[in-house]
T-cell receptor, first 112, second 115 residues
Framework: AQSVTQPDIHITVSEGASLELRCNYS??????LFWYVQSPGQGLQLLLKYFSGDTLVQGIKGFEAEFKRSQSSFNLRKPSVHWSDAAEYFC??????????FGSGTKLNVKP | DAGVTQSPTHLIKTRGQHVTLRCSPISGHKSVSWYQQVLGQGPQFIFQYYEKEERGRGNFPDRFSARQFPNYSSELNVNALLLGDSALYLCASSFRQGAGNEKLFFGSGTQLSVL
């Protein structure tokens, strides 16, 4: 069965520090993987996606993610975090009919 | 261009009542999906509609139903509301039905509170 695990519920980093958010997935076939960001009371905004090809994908706002099939992981990274990056981040794997399986999210706090 | 729009933004109902939530997809998008996001959790898939037909259904009771209109807008209906139905309901649109390789664009959601 398809599932996504985000092991970190909360993460706090200092502004300017690097960031890595972990995501592990379970899916029987080639996964389509996504990272979304959600600000309080808002919908989800797509940061980046992996469908195939280069395993390092670039997204908006300076984010990138690396697909590692051997580890069933799709971790999100950013070299230097800005205060405006504080939000909740969701990893998702997509199956047929646009049925997305989301992780439970990681809340990012940014210290000044 | 307008994004995905949902109405109303907030709604308060009591147990046993019925609710209808509405969604307008991005212009040109033919697929609408509905998700439920309970506080502290990730969104859970409820339905997908494409070309006015239900194409996918998540693990939700029959109290939940939806439809898609000829202009591709959609309604989500929930009957006999329970306290546990309190959640943010998100609508997402995409151009095609997709085999998982479609980008979903989400609305800001309808916050439903059941008292």
């Amino acid at each position: 069965a398809q599932s996504v695990t985000q092991p970190d519920i909360h993460i706090t980093v200092s502004e300017g520090a690097s960031l890595e958010l972990r995501c592990n997935y379970s899916y029987g076939a080639t996964p389509y993987l996504f990272w979304y960001v959600q600000s309080p009371g808002q919908g989800l905004q797509l940061l980046l996606k992996y469908f195939s090809g280069d395993t390092l994908v670039q997204g908006i706002k300076g984010f990138e993610a690396e697909f590692k099939r051997s580890q069933s992981s799709f971790n999100l990274r950013k070299p230097s975090v800005h205060w405006s990056d504080a939000a909740e981040y969701f990893c998702a794997v997509a199956a047929n009919f646009n049925k997305f399986y989301f992780g439970s999210g990681t809340k990012l706090n940014v210290k000044p | 261009d307008a994004g995905v729009t949902q109405s109303p933004t907030h709604l308060i109902k009591t147990r046993g009542q019925h609710v209808t939530l509405r969604c307008s997809p991005i212009s040109g998008h033919k697929s609408v999906s509905w998700y439920q996001q309970v506080l502290g959790q990730g969104p859970q898939f409820i339905f997908q509609y494409y070309e006015k037909e239900e194409r996918g259904r998540g693990n939700f009771p029959d109290r939940f139903s939806a439809r898609q209109f000829p202009n591709y807008s959609s309604e989500l209906n929930v009957n006999a509301l329970l306290l546990g139905d309190s959640a943010l309901y998100l609508c997402a649109s995409s151009f095609r039905q997709g085999a998982g390789n479609e980008k979903l664009f989400f609305g800001s959601g309808t916050q439903l509170s059941v008292l």
